[in-house]
């Protein structure tokens, strides 16, 4: 390349100011990188060498491209695309250039530019289908400040991305008394919010649904304002079912999306008591005539004697006794006395 610089005459080397300086300032998607714009220079830098017609061709080809790009990118995404879709688009073109500069050219020079720029363009289309696709204002609800870059200015801004409603969703969310509960109110486009989003969580007590009753903020208490998209209720009772509300701020406060769990808590079982269980009763058979029971006075009668038999055997013993006792005692007093036979 330095070669060809230095073997350049001055009227070449003046043509080729000229042309680096008149290529239009308006700026498509893919030159908006500084990595393409070198590509560029360096590919006129080299072709400054060729003949003046092919230099003027070579001209209206950059400039065309120029204004291909432009249209392409306006038609594709409204001339807007962000940093990862211009960065893969890129990348591709640079390393299908460098294979252009490395190999050896075929054709005229002009030729061979309209086919590299032009793989430029279905390239740069692409990534822009992909990006207005997937990539550009993806909320299907809430409201999303997109950083975007303008193909024509190559300076970023936001791209303000309103949808329908603000309101994401309404979900039923069961658990049992004494157990737990996740609300997660996180959406995949939350990541493109430019800052630092939060999440603020309130509560109202009921089971009415947002969409048939129409609440008020006073009827909501705060829960929690923090930077994760979720929330875990534990040790939950029958009094906190109720109207769980989301709400995602960006870095600013404005409100991007509003989220609404209708949580219901139902009570734990009564463990049921265990009954005991009792032997059967001996029956004599269904037929069998029932035992006969005693009357009541022959009960008291028998009682009576028994007491009364009691009674006068206690006497006999005890007289008998006494006899004995007396016996002795007599014996005793003959004995002292000498009387006693012998």
Aim: glycine share 4%; aromatic share 8%; charged share 20%.
């Amino acid at each position: 390349m330095e070669n060809r610089v230095r073997a350049l005459s001055f009227p070449n080397l003046l043509y080729f100011i000229i042309l680096v300086c008149i290529i239009p300032v308006v700026r498509p998607c893919l030159q908006c990188d500084h990595r393409v714009m070198l590509l560029h220079e360096d590919f006129l830098l080299a072709a400054a060498s060729s003949s003046v017609e092919e230099q003027i061709e070579l001209k209206k080809i950059m400039e065309h491209a120029v204004v291909t790009y432009k249209t392409t990118s306006e038609q594709m995404s409204g001339g807007l695309i962000d940093l990862t879709t211009l960065y893969r688009a890129s990348t591709e073109y640079q390393s299908e250039f460098d294979r252009f500069q490395d190999s050896q050219l075929s054709g005229p020079l002009t030729f061979e530019a309209i086919q590299i720029l032009e793989k430029g363009r279905r390239i740069l289309e692409k990534h822009l289908h992909t990006f207005v696709q997937d990539g550009l204002c993806p909320n299907k609800c809430g409201e999303l400040f997109q950083r975007v870059m303008n193909c024509l200015s190559c300076q970023y801004n936001l791209h303000n991305c309103l949808s329908t409603t603000q309101d994401c969703g309404e979900f039923l969310v069961e658990a049992a008394e004494g157990g737990q509960a996740v609300l997660d109110c996180f959406l995949p486009w939350h990541r493109l919010v430019v800052g630092r989003p939060e999440y603020h969580y309130t509560w109202a007590p009921g089971r009415h649904s947002p969409s048939n009753v129409r609440y008020k903020d006073t009827d909501f208490r705060v829960l929690v304002v923090t930077e994760d998209s979720s929330i875990v209720l534990n040790q939950l009772t029958v009094d906190e079912a109720g109207t769980y509300r989301c709400f995602l701020t960006d870095a600013k406060g404005t409100l991007l999306s509003r989220t609404y769990f209708l949580l219901s808590v139902t009570l734990s079982p009564v463990p049921t008591p265990r009954s005991l269980h009792t032997l059967p009763t001996l029956s004599n058979g269904d037929d069998a005539p029932p035992l006969p029971q005693p009357p009541t006075d022959l009960l008291q009668v028998i009682i009576a004697v028994v007491t009364a038999l009691s009674l006068t055997a206690s006497l006999c013993l005890a007289m008998a006794f006494r006899l004995m006792s007396l016996r002795q005692w007599r014996r005793e007093e003959r004995q002292q006395m000498g009387m006693i036979d012998i």
